[in-house]
């Protein structure tokens, strides 16, 4: 499948953001997904994650702010961010795997050409 990010931008700490991942050439239904954020001279990190069935995973440094989610039908995943922090500020991949939603990047298949998250005090 084909990964495509959308929504990102710049807002103020505080502030909310909500990425869209829209797939084609295949449906998303069988896949982990999950978005990574990476900046720059840093490994991509695994943000949150969400299995086939629907069980989400966070980092402990986006808990209880951010949201994953995933419309199979509309082969989509989406990540509200909400309480946005000075440090949340990256690009940010929509990523697919066939299998378990790894924190490791180098095992997800499929990447987005990513999106940036730019968050000013």
């Known amino acids: 499948v084909l990964l495509e990010e959308s929504g990102g931008g710049s807002v103020q700490a505080g502030g909310s953001l909500r990425l869209s991942c829209t797939a084609s050439g295949g449906t998303i239904s069988m896949y982990a997904m999950a978005w990574f954020r990476q900046d720059p001279g840093k490994d991509r990190e695994r943000v949150a994650a969400i299995t086939s069935h629907g069980t989400p995973y966070y980092a402990d440094s986006v808990k209880g702010r951010f949201t994953i989610s995933r419309d199979n039908v509309k082969n989509t995943v989406t990540l509200q961010m909400n309480r946005l922090e000075i440090e949340d500020t990256a690009v940010y991949y929509c990523?697919?795997?066939?299998?378990?939603?790894?924190?490791?990047?180098?095992?997800?298949?499929?990447w987005g050409q990513g999106t940036q998250v730019t968050v000013s005090s």
């Open positions: 990523a697919a795997r066939d299998g378990e939603p790894t924190t490791f990047s180098g095992w997800w298949d499929q």
